[in-house]
């Protein structure tokens, strides 16, 4: 079993930015792939970002490329998920997820065995 605690979560004015964090514990494993996912009310969840640990490849929703980055600590078995340039839009739970290997599609939620319980993100204009 894994257990992922998010935090990082906040209110946050147009513009601005956060950093979420992912901490990962119980059975870590190097080969998981990584991933933030969020849902916006009244919508579906949606795929973010991901960071392969093993190799460190990154992915990146389209609507969050280049604004968003995903990064990993190994050794603190935590993954963060660096939020530039935030908008209104950006507004949701994000949730970390975890999958181990091998993961067919990494934007999609059925790929994923382990969830936190989430972290809001409120953007005010």
């Known amino acids: 079993q894994v257990q992922l605690v998010e935090s990082g979560g906040g209110l946050v004015q147009a513009g601005g930015s956060l950093r979420l964090s992912c901490a990962a514990s119980?059975?870590?494993?190097?080969?998981?792939?990584m991933a933030w996912f969020r849902q916006a009310p009244g919508k579906e969840r949606q795929f973010v970002a991901a960071i392969r640990w093993s190799g460190g490849h990154t992915y990146y929703a389209n609507s969050v490329k280049g604004r968003f980055t995903v990064s990993g600590d190994s050794a603190k078995n935590t993954v963060y998920l660096q939020m530039n340039s935030l908008g209104p839009e950006d507004t949701a739970v994000y949730y970390c997820a975890a999958a181990v290997p091998p993961i067919s599609t990494i934007t999609s939620m059925r790929s994923y065995d382990y969830w936190g319980q989430g972290t809001q993100v409120i953007v005010s204009t």
């Open positions: 119980g059975r870590t494993y190097s080969r998981y792939t």
